[in-house]
């Protein structure tokens, strides 16, 4: 099927450009323009003094507003300030016009442009689009308020992950074209990487599809430059232009794994950490249609975007932000899962005698801490049966690099397990998101919401290691660093470990929390995640096994999943996921789409679509398995 050949109106179009932006194809973006809008019956003039080049959007709705956004490039060099006027209408061609006004903006807004479009009804579509003072009009947009008191239903389109040099937005082609009430945007909405790094060599090679600037994004120049090539995209601007957004930033937005002190991909040579996170919120702020502190000449609060939407009485939707608010750093296999370890008692002679714990206990009241040591201990594999090697003057000096052959270092499972998996400090929200979502909670209960819906980034269920054989995981078929990434997970595998501490998995003290709060509170939560870039649903279940809620885990919409990394066949993976994982209701780990949820008083339904293909613009959708929960269940069946 040739999606590429859509059935949408002229007045619905947007100028389209799949590369950067340079001057010959910011040209060619305004002829564009300029053709669309002689169909639409607008005067056009001959010079206009600035152009709309990234299409238009809407965002953040209630019931009786919403937030207009789009991007003014300047005509002729810079500007102190250009105007425009924005206009909301209940018709396409703005014959019934219900809210308008003037707005402002300048270099230091990057010329984008937001408006809380206010007076308007609730449960309504409404056109909206601006004009210039030479009257050059934006594309038009189509959004929705949300509704009030009962309704029969509510359908959310989920998305998240879109790496523009990994292949087509195919995926918000489709959502665009699907009759959806709200958009759901998860996080990775960008991604912070140079040009080669984390890319597909047939979309940038062959498809033009390379990322501006070329180096990793620093400064808030490197990331509105990186949002303004983004945009160009004519499937992203499509989807803005069809449905209002809710959105939430993930990592990349930032950099990859990052917490509230810093990412996995920031090195100190890379300057301040802080200075840039306050840029990329800075530019996430100008170029999403997202409602901050104040709407106006000046955005106040980028910090916190937790916030709470009313759709009608049927449900609550709770934004939170797990990544940037108040996370605690990432635990990681690599620098913090121990290795077993022996207490050594040292003799005058330095020979050092095994001792236990208890004596270690006893002995550090009457000797010098000098002569009471834990040392790494390796294990002897060559009689086929691990055997620990205690011997001090042995094995003092070794490193893993001088270890004899068949000697490893093994992981202590048991004690990460124990001590840094639960330790109850670590949080993925912060104590005053953690007690907002409480009150979120307790007030939409009290109110009567049927279902309450949480939208965050990363998996709150629990994913465990598979088990798989060499053969099983086609081991010497993959890359060498993935390679030495499967050999670790074999080992971790038998004791349980989870599949991805840098979800809800690594601070599972926090998770526990947060069940207390649902079950506390009398919710029926619908969790929903991105991250992954695969298919998951969960049954979530509390410590002691009690059904807590469910959750749906959105494929991506072209980053690349397990399936790229793990020459295992998909379908072995993800049931061998399954067969580890509790809590794991259907799981694909093949595939890119979104997740289409209806949400109705009596029940839950989630249906995924994929993309067969991103990597070229005919491509065919096929829907996943249903995944369906009735209300009060706090079960998938």
């Known amino acids: 099927m040739n999606q590429n050949a859509s059935n949408q109106s002229p007045s619905n179009q947007s100028p389209s450009n799949r590369s950067a932006l340079n001057r010959r194809q910011l040209l060619k973006g305004i002829s564009a323009s300029l053709g669309l809008l002689a169909l639409r019956g607008f005067e056009v003039q001959a010079a206009a003094p600035s152009h709309f080049t990234h299409g238009v959007a809407s965002g953040d709705p209630l019931s009786d507003r919403v937030i207009l956004w789009t991007r003014l490039i300047p005509g002729n060099g810079e500007h102190s300030a250009i105007n425009c006027q924005w206009q909301v209408a209940k018709d396409s061609a703005f014959k019934q016009i219900v809210s308008s006004g003037m707005a402002s903006t300048n270099s230091e807004r990057d010329y984008t442009v937001k408006i809380d479009a206010a007076g308007l009804s609730p449960n309504s579509n409404y056109f909206y689009r601006f004009l210039t003072d030479d009257q050059l009009a934006s594309p038009i947009g189509r959004t929705r308020t949300l509704p009030v008191g009962d309704i029969d239903q509510i359908r959310l389109g989920i998305t998240s ?162 990544r940037l608010h108040g996370r605690d750093r990432p635990l990681d296999y690599a620098k913090d899962l121990p290795m077993h370890s022996a207490l050594f008692q040292l003799s005058a002679s330095g020979e050092g005698s095994l001792i236990s714990e208890d004596a270690f206990t006893q002995l550090t009241e009457s000797l010098p801490a000098e002569q009471l040591v834990r040392i790494t201990i390796p294990f002897d594999f060559t009689s086929g049966t691990p055997t620990p090697v205690n011997d001090y003057v042995t094995i003092k000096d070794l490193t893993a690099e001088t270890l004899p052959q068949g000697w490893y270092y093994l992981p202590d499972s048991q004690s990460f397990k124990q001590q840094a998996l639960v330790e109850p400090g670590r949080t993925i929200l912060g104590a005053d998101q953690e007690q907002w979502l409480g009150s979120e909670l307790q007030a939409s209960t009290k109110r009567g919401a049927t279902w309450q819906v949480i939208g965050q980034q990363v998996l709150m269920g629990k994913l465990r290691l598979p088990v798989l054989s060499d053969e099983q995981l086609k081991i010497d078929q993959a890359e060498p660093y993935i390679r030495k990434i499967m050999e670790m997970m074999q080992v971790l595998a038998p004791d349980q470990l989870p599949f991805n501490l840098d979800a809800w998995d690594g601070y599972a003290a926090c998770r526990d929390r947060v069940f207390s709060s649902f079950a506390e509170h009398g919710t029926n939560p619908v969790v929903l995640a991105g991250d992954t870039h695969n298919a998951w649903s969960f049954n979530l279940a509390d410590s002691n096994g009690e059904a807590v809620g469910v959750e749906v885990g959105t494929p991506g919409v072209s980053s690349p999943g397990l399936e790229t990394y793990l020459p295992t066949d998909p379908a072995e993976l993800g049931k061998a996921i399954q067969d580890v994982s509790a809590e794991l209701f259907a799981v694909d780990t093949a595939r890119r789409g979104w997740s289409e949820m209806t949400l109705t008083p009596e029940a839950m339904t989630n249906q995924w679509h994929f993309v067969s293909t991103v990597l070229d613009r005919d491509y065919s959708v096929e829907k996943g398995a249903m995944q369906y929960c009735k209300a009060g269940s706090k079960r998938f069946s």
Not at 169 to 179: I, K
Not at 210 to 227: A, G, H, N, Q, W
Not at 294 to 308: K, L, M, N, T, Y
Request: with cysteine; aromatic share 12%; hydrophobic share 35%.
């Open 161 to 322: 992950c879109s790496n523009y040099p990994q292949g087509y937005f195919n995926v918000y082609r489709h959502m665009a074209q699907t009759d959806i009430d709200l958009v759901l945007h998860l996080g990775d909405y960008i991604y912070e990487y140079a040009e080669g790094v984390y890319s597909n060599e047939i979309a940038t090679d062959k498809l033009g599809r390379k990322v501006e600037p070329s180096t990793e994004i620093l400064s808030l120049e490197d990331y509105r430059m990186r949002y303004g090539l983004y945009r160009t995209d004519e499937d992203l601007q499509l989807v803005h232009a069809r449905h209002p957004f809710v959105c939430v930033w993930d990592d990349h937005e930032l950099a990859n794994d990052s917490w509230k002190d810093g990412a996995e991909n920031h090195s100190a040579d890379e300057g301040d950490f802080q200075a840039r996170m306050r840029s990329a919120r800075q530019a996430y702020h100008e170029w999403m249609p997202i409602r901050t502190g104040s709407v106006g000449d000046q955005i106040d609060d980028q910090s916190a975007i937790f916030r709470s939407f009313k759709l009608g009485n049927l449900a609550d939707l709770i934004m939170l932000d797990t």
